[in-house]
């Protein structure tokens, strides 16, 4: 399937990973690259110097394109914004604000900008600064969210801007893929489902809690603060949203949370941790090399999309 997508980064499948915080690593970035998608390093709040460390043990792995994930909220980012063009890193996505400030230095190195957009006002505020493709992403995704859903968001970006539009949020297989085709998207970006992947080094117990929800189990922390964040349901989310409902402070809430992302992630505390996974996470049933998630993906949205043209 050849798109505007695949031409621009240089991959085979249009296919993107999600530059989740503490699982987009190097170990998963590469496999999904090697498997024909691009795989991303999550910048997070890494510092610059384990960005650089993840983007060359990336390099190592595999030949074909990667990115970095840039969190545009870190204390690191004009660090990692530094390394990606040090380290010759051919793709960037930025999330959690406005990248300009770093756009003439990445487009002066060749980068391709990507920008993670949740609003038409901010699609076409990132064309106008230069950004090669905009990633969509609907309120059905894992971690940070917008408000508008999948289905309404991409198809009204895609008229909105004349860049390539990346659809994200609720997609784990080949109909979500198809999809977002039919919406107008160039590719899709994948999160839940490659935190079951073989290759990526979350905690066990992390995998298997995706693996074992239902479509009821995911719930939204921290609207009312205006910084809601999906993951699934657990003592910690309960803890949150009844302090929430009493009016508790942002800065008392944020304390609540404070490292029970990595906790859950790297020591599988998936009772007091956060457990980041979007609402497709239902969906997901079985642990697979990213090469088998890919390959299956893609067979099923070419089979659907060659039967509705």
């Not at 621009?8 to 090697?34: C, D, K, N, R």
């Not at 995706?210 to 657990?234: E, F, M, Q, W, Y």
């Not at 009772?271 to 697979?288: D, L, P, S, Y």
Request: aromatic share 4%; with cysteine.
């Amino acid at each position: 399937m050849k798109t505007r997508i695949t031409e621009l980064l240089g991959i085979e499948h249009p296919i993107i990973q999600g530059g989740m915080a503490w699982v987009a690593e190097y170990h998963l970035a590469s496999a999904v690259s090697e498997a024909g998608g691009l795989g991303l390093i999550g910048g997070a709040n890494a510092p610059g110097e384990v960005v650089r460390d993840y983007i060359r043990k990336t390099k190592e792995r595999t030949s074909k394109p990667f990115g970095v994930n840039v969190m545009l909220m870190s204390p690191h980012a004009d660090d990692v914004a530094k390394v990606v063009v040090e380290e010759g890193v051919k793709v960037v996505t930025t999330g959690a604000g406005n990248p300009g400030k770093y756009m003439d230095m990445w487009k002066s190195a060749g980068i391709k900008v990507i920008p993670v957009v949740a609003s038409v006002a901010l699609a076409k505020m990132m064309e106008r600064a230069g950004a090669d493709a905009v990633v969509a992403e609907g309120t059905e995704s894992g971690g940070h969210i917008g408000e508008a859903t999948t289905m309404t968001l991409v198809p009204q970006v895609v008229d909105a801007v004349n860049i390539p539009v990346i659809a994200a949020g609720g997609i784990a297989d080949g109909r979500g893929i198809a999809a977002a085709f039919m919406l107008g998207a160039e590719a899709v970006q994948i999160g839940t489902r490659f935190v079951v992947a073989k290759e990526s080094i979350v905690h066990e117990n992390y995998k298997q809690r995706i693996i074992k929800a239902k479509d009821i189990d995911s719930t939204v922390t921290g609207r009312s603060h205006g910084h809601p964040v999906r993951c699934l349901r657990n003592q910690m989310t309960r803890e949150y949203n009844k302090l929430e409902s009493e009016g508790k402070s942002f800065e008392e809430l944020e304390y609540l949370t404070l490292g029970t992302l990595r906790k859950a992630v790297q020591e599988g505390d998936v009772t007091h941790g956060t457990v980041m996974a979007g609402q497709i996470a239902g969906m997901i049933n079985k642990e697979q090399t990213c090469k088998e998630m890919i390959d299956e993906m893609m067979a099923q949205a070419e089979a659907l999309l060659k039967g509705a043209r």
